[in-house]
């Protein structure tokens, strides 16, 4: 069955850098974009950044350019997101999405995985 794993979520301090993993199975990557979302306590969910089928192409909030990185394997089945100069505003679950964009949409979330910056 699809499944999208995220990891590496957990406690930083300002200024501090985490990096998210998201494993994907049970369907064909490499023909799925794929997105990392997040949602703060009383907010709505948000796209904080996101990359094409094959890499080629990246975009991010606003809020992120310039700190986020994202990236992905499609040999590996995985999609990473690097996080760096992490600010208190960033704390959030961030989620992993996968979205296949073709004579019908197909979209997978993961479980999420959670993000607290903090001193």
């Known amino acids: 069955q699809v499944q999208l794993v995220e990891s590496g979520g957990g406690l930083v301090q300002p200024g501090g850098s985490l990096r998210l993993s998201c494993a994907a199975s049970g369907f064909t990557f490499s023909s799925y974009a794929m997105s990392w979302y997040r949602q703060a306590p009383g907010k709505e969910r948000e796209l904080v950044a996101a990359i094409t089928s094959a890499g080629g192409t990246t975009n991010y909030a606003d809020s992120v350019k310039g700190r986020f990185t994202i990236s992905r394997d499609n040999a590996k089945n995985t999609v990473d997101l690097q996080m760096n100069s992490l600010k208190p505003e960033d704390t959030a679950v961030y989620y992993c999405?996968?979205?296949?964009?073709?004579?019908?949409?197909?979209?997978?979330w993961g479980q999420g995985t959670q993000v607290t910056v903090s001193s």
């Open positions: 999405n996968a979205k296949y964009s073709g004579l019908y949409i197909v979209t997978y």
